[in-house]
């Protein structure tokens, strides 16, 4: 590791506590404080949101909630900072040696907050799932945050740790070779149901409303393509049926996105081989699927106009089929659901077979397939929180097996050499390899 960068941090964050929380006060930064105060002592949190009496609030909420807190979120530091003000931005970020933003939309909120944290010389994660965003702070930010020392890690939570670094662990523990990736990702709402936050219906309207944005960007850094080992994985369509799983679709999150920021480092940076990787949603019966689509039609159609992007943004549980709502999901509802995610993975018993397969018949099949399964408990707001604070645990805990530069980094490579895969096992979270699942 770089012996200065870790030196002149060290002095800057003498005397900060651990971690600043910016939006406590939403429904998943209040989430993420309660879990937090069971991973970090109370005197090493800061909570930060534009409004010290919300904030008071949410703090009284959270304690009627988990009462054995009461006696030590007063030891909780309370700093008033909003994306509007620079300056108590700056001041918010040199409280702590982390901070851990939940303010979105990012498109519109998380360059403020980047801006000021690489200033404040503090080390900066967020949970957003917008590939816009996450790749524009990568192209402006990210020699800047090098020259500083600084880590900027985007994506640091479902969105997108179960499948760039469950991939990144997958590779590790595969009997193999491995070159391919499909994952399936699978939502079990529990008997209660569940209802998605407006937060995340206003990203996705944005995100289909700004992709030729995203194009621009990516054609404007002409980046070199990837040479991957192996063959391309199969197109499977707009829709389709497997056998185990039922009825899947293209997953349209920020994995793919992250997948292969992180995968072109690898090739670019680390000379490792990449993977391919495609991800999908597994929507279940052919009913969710017809569903799907006439409604999933819908969203594309209205979120290009304006006029009907209005309509999308005010009325989220009639366009989403009742599966959005201004409200999220209650506390039960987010206890009882959990997910899965399938990383399918093909490859070769060894690289020697890999290239001397691929040198005879470059259309020659996988030898070896396996599974990697990633469950954990409810995706949006519980499951995320934990990953969220077991990544910052890392980053806080573990300096010297973070990337020896400051920039700007997907969880794959910020996280790659951590314990993190073993925080999360220990933290209610499933994560294996099974071989021949095919």
């Known amino acids: 590791m770089n012996g200065k960068r870790p030196a002149s941090l060290a002095q800057e964050h003498e005397g900060r506590k651990d971690i600043v929380i910016f939006g406590v006060t ?17 005197d090493q949190i800061v909570v930060a949101g534009r409004s010290r009496t919300k904030m008071e609030q949410t703090i009284k909420d959270s304690v009627n909630l988990h009462p054995v807190y009461e006696s030590s979120v007063s030891q909780v ?36 907050v980047v801006k000021a944290a690489i200033e404040a010389k503090t080390h900066y994660m967020d949970i957003s799932g917008e590939p816009l965003y996450l790749e524009s702070i990568e192209a402006e930010w990210s020699e800047v945050a090098r020259r500083e020392g600084v880590w900027v890690v985007g994506s640091c939570a479902f969105d997108s740790i179960p499948n760039d670094l469950g991939l990144v662990n997958f590779k590790k523990e595969f009997p193999g070779e491995l070159t391919g990736v499909e994952s399936y990702l699978s939502f079990d709402s529990g008997p209660s149901g569940y209802v998605g ?3 995340t219906w206003q990203s996705a309207i944005h995100g289909f409303a700004n992709q030729g944005q995203l194009k621009a960007l990516r054609k404007r850094q002409n980046f070199d393509p990837i040479r991957y080992p192996g063959p391309r994985l199969p197109n499977r369509g707009a829709y389709f049926k497997d056998p185990k799983l039922g009825y899947c679709v293209p997953f349209l999150g920020s994995d793919a996105s992250v997948v292969l920021r ?11 081989d990449p993977i391919r990787f495609k991800p999908y949603a597994v929507i279940g019966s052919l009913f969710s699927l017809c569903l799907m689509i006439i409604f999933g039609g819908l969203f594309s159609i209205f979120a290009r106009y304006s006029t009907t992007r209005s309509l999308l943004k005010k009325y989220p549980r009639l366009f989403s089929y009742g599966f959005f709502s201004t409200g ?10 959990s997910f899965t995610l399938y990383l399918r993975g093909e490859g070769y018993i060894s690289s020697f077979e890999r290239d001397n397969l691929n040198e005879q018949n470059q259309q020659q099949k996988p030898t070896v397939h396996a599974t990697s399964i990633f469950r954990g408990p409810d995706a949006g707001y519980i499951g995320t ?51 021949d699942q095919n």
């Open 385 to 435: 929180s934990i990953i969220f604070l077991e990544a910052a645990l890392c980053l806080l805990r573990e300096p010297d097996s973070m990337p020896s530069d400051g920039g700007v980094y997907t969880p794959g490579v910020a996280f790659k050499d951590t314990t993190l895969i073993d925080r999360l096992r220990g933290s209610g979270f499933q994560i294996e390899v099974v071989s």
């Open 77 to 112: 530091q309370l700093v008033e900072a909003d994306v509007s003000d620079h300056e108590s931005l700056v001041k918010m970020c040199k409280t702590a040696k982390v901070v851990l933003n939940c303010v979105g939309p990012f498109r519109f909120f998380g360059e403020q």
């Open 197 to 199: 936050n407006d937060g």
């Open 26 to 42: 939403g429904v998943t930064g209040q989430i993420v404080f309660e879990h937090a105060l069971s991973r970090f002592n109370a």
């Open 328 to 337: 999220g999901p209650s506390r039960k509802q987010m206890e009882e659901a």
């Open 262 to 272: 992180t995968q072109r480092y690898f090739a670019f940076r680390d000379r490792s």
